[in-house]
């Protein structure tokens, strides 16, 4: 190898200033960027010295050829064998201390092995690039996280579903949004699944770049549907009088059916480039940004959404002359109501950042996986509406068993009985009790 093979161009500087008196290479106020471009250029120089410089093997077997690939220098390896390296020293200011080892393999007929996708010689230093453990800890924050999301998904359709007095068309934006964290974060689940397993990857069978297409669009429905809630309710907000059917139809296009254009592109394109077609399509490529860029817009969105529902929230609460401190409660307790439920959450992780940092990759956990656990909770099993449904449905379970004296149970039931209960087909009293409850359902819950 000569030195017009080696890929870097090395500052001089920085070898004249990197010798102390005893000859022991040091290095002085270099940048990380400059250590590590130095280590190459060190590996690569005692690669010529010692490696490259000997000859091929005469005991008559077959061999790989010695070679420097740009990081680290590989020996004459016997054909058929795999030859591990500790990973290169200069990686460590940029990926930490790995838990793996690099290698790279001679296949059985002396050559090295190539990568798939880009047809070149291939040293794989996947684990020099991660963290293992950190690598595992995300991935079961995923895990718990989606699983936990779908459990309280699935009770709170339930629990909209069961009482009649809780249908309403806020409910449904809701149920709908439900629906995508139980479908998003089951297809997430399998994902993950599917790449812990190495050998189903490289077979990339249809059926896991169809997955992959699949979990793409239930993403983007998820997003989608967050912001059809900004939408509806900012609608409401700034439109008193507004047809809510009208509305709902036009969420159900923009939930289910918005999704399919970027995910159709993005399928058409993609599928149309042979190199981007391996690996059950898991890895990252430019082609993501036509998924990326609509979610992104949508959250624009609904950030604006809600600053101007903020907006319109204290302005109603100046006018009815409560005290400052009262409208700032009120002004925050709506907007950390709302950030999970419009999504901007992911706000705070809006970049992520060149060299991999666990923390930022932990909070990313949290943040995506439970995010349909907050809504669930805020939505739910904490709204006072839900609460009090639950708990006369209840009181009346206990009566009917007899857990309540006789006297207060003819009273409730009577009382309840007018307010909640009374069938369609009964007096324009009761058909008026029944309707005024779904009106405060419909807007409290």
């Avoid at 793409?216 to 997003?223: F, G, R, S, V």
């Avoid at 907050?374 to 007899?402: D, P």
Wanted: hydrophobic share 40%.
């Amino acid at each position: 190898m000569n030195n017009s093979s080696f890929p870097y161009y090395l500052d001089p500087e920085l070898l004249s200033e990197t010798t102390t008196t005893k000859g022991v290479p040091t290095s002085l106020s270099l940048s990380p960027e400059q250590e590590m471009v130095r280590g190459i250029w060190m590996a690569w120089y005692e690669c010529n010295v010692t490696v490259m410089s000997q000859p091929y093997p005469s005991d008559g077997g077959l061999y790989c050829n010695a070679t420097f690939d740009g990081w680290d220098c590989w020996n004459y390896t016997s054909a058929g064998t795999r030859i591990y390296h500790d990973c290169p020293t200069f990686l460590r200011h940029k990926y930490g201390r790995p838990s793996g080892q690099a290698f790279k393999d001679c296949q059985e007929d002396g050559t090295w092995l190539t990568h798939p996708d880009t047809g070149r010689i291939w040293t794989n230093y996947t684990l020099c690039a991660s963290n293992k453990e950190t690598l595992q800890k995300v991935i079961s924050v995923y895990y718990s996280g989606y699983s936990l999301s779908i459990i309280l998904s699935v009770a709170a359709l339930l629990i909209f579903s069961y009482f009649r007095q809780l249908h309403c068309s806020r409910v449904t934006l809701h149920k709908n949004l439900f629906v995508t964290y139980i479908l998003s974060g089951a297809a997430w689940i399998l994902m993950y699944a599917l790449r812990a397993n190495p050998a189903m990857v490289k077979e990339n069978k249809p059926w896991c770049q169809a997955l992959h297409v699949v979990t793409q669009y239930l993403t983007i429905c998820n997003y989608f549907w967050m912001f059809c809630e900004g939408f509806y309710l900012h609608t409401l907000i700034v439109f008193a009088f507004t047809n809510d059917k009208r509305l709902l139809v036009i969420c159900y296009v923009i939930g289910w059916v918005g999704p399919l254009i970027p995910t159709v592109v993005y399928a058409s394109v993609r599928g149309s480039k042979p190199e981007l077609r391996h690996g059950c399509w898991s890895r990252t490529t430019d082609e993501n940004w036509i998924l990326t860029g609509p979610v992104v817009v949508s959250l624009v969105v609904n950030f604006l959404f809600l600053l101007n529902i903020l907006r319109i929230l204290l302005s109603k609460l100046r006018a009815v002359n409560s005290n400052e401190a009262h409208q700032s409660r009120r002004a925050a307790r709506a907007t950390l109501i709302l950030i999970p439920l419009l999504g901007l959450q992911y706000f705070v992780i809006p970049f992520q950042p060149d060299t991999p940092s666990p923390i930022y990759d932990i909070i990313s956990a949290v943040l995506t996986s439970y995010q349909g656990v907050l809504v669930a909770l805020f939505f739910c099993f904490f709204n006072g509406e839900v609460i009090n449904v639950v708990r006369r449905k209840w009181k009346l379970m206990r009566e009917r068993l007899g857990s309540v004296d006789l006297k207060r149970s003819n009273t409730f039931n009577v009382s309840l009985l007018e307010t909640t209960y009374v069938p369609r087909n009964t007096s324009a009293n009761g058909s008026f009790h029944r309707k005024a409850d779904e009106r405060a359902a419909s807007v409290k819950v």
